[in-house]
């Protein structure tokens, strides 16, 4: 929540910022069925439910086929829809090491998504998010997007606002956009988790 609000004070609304506006109330999980407009969010929306739909359910080609529908996508250097899946896969590959093993067949798949993104993004975008995916698939990234990452999993309200902040200060988009696709990738991990646990104790 911390991390949503912040979001929200960033200034643009020309990236993905808007895809988080009723994502409380919708649920992370679930397709938007009502058709909502122009912009890149709007663009963007359907393919990214189905593509965290593709996540939740172990299925690579929703996956890659919803995340090559969005390369390219936005305005910038690193488009808003890359700066988006970087951050996604980011978190999966960062924060997923806290959450599986290397071996898991849920880090697996994770890690084929992303190779499979990467081969899409070398074919779509521009060299600058070729770099960021290719980073990101093996949970790399910048400073200031590993660190909010760390501390929306172990830091205090305090540290993870001040992360999200430094973040948020990278580029026109680039920050807010990245910010989100971390949100979307630790908010997947969570929920993730919480079903397995529920699982186990059924």
Avoid: Q
């Amino acid at each position: 929540r911390i991390l949503r609000d912040v979001i929200y004070t960033h200034p643009g609304r020309e990236g993905l910022v808007p895809l988080l506006e009723n994502v409380e109330l919708r649920g992370p999980m679930k397709l938007f069925l009502e058709p909502l407009g122009g912009g890149v969010a709007e663009t963007a929306r359907p393919h990214v439910e189905r593509l965290m739909w593709g996540l939740f359910s172990g299925d690579p080609g929703a996956v890659t086929d919803n995340a090559g529908a969005i390369l390219g996508l936005g305005p910038g250097l690193t488009p808003s829809c890359d700066d988006f899946l970087a951050g996604l896969f980011l978190s999966l590959g960062f924060a997923g090491k806290l959450f599986y093993k290397n071996g898991d067949g849920r880090a697996r798949f994770f890690k084929r998504a992303g190779d499979e993104i990467l081969k899409s993004a070398r074919k779509k975008t521009t060299v600058y998010s070729i770099g960021l995916i290719d980073d990101a698939r093996r949970g790399e990234g910048p400073r200031a997007a590993t660190g909010l990452i760390r501390s929306l999993l172990t830091g205090s309200p305090e540290e993870t606002a001040a992360s999200a902040k430094i973040l948020l200060s990278m580029g026109a988009t680039t920050g807010a956009d990245t910010a989100v696709g971390i949100y979307y990738g630790v908010r997947f991990l969570i929920s993730m988790r919480e079903a397995e646990a529920l699982y186990e104790t059924a």
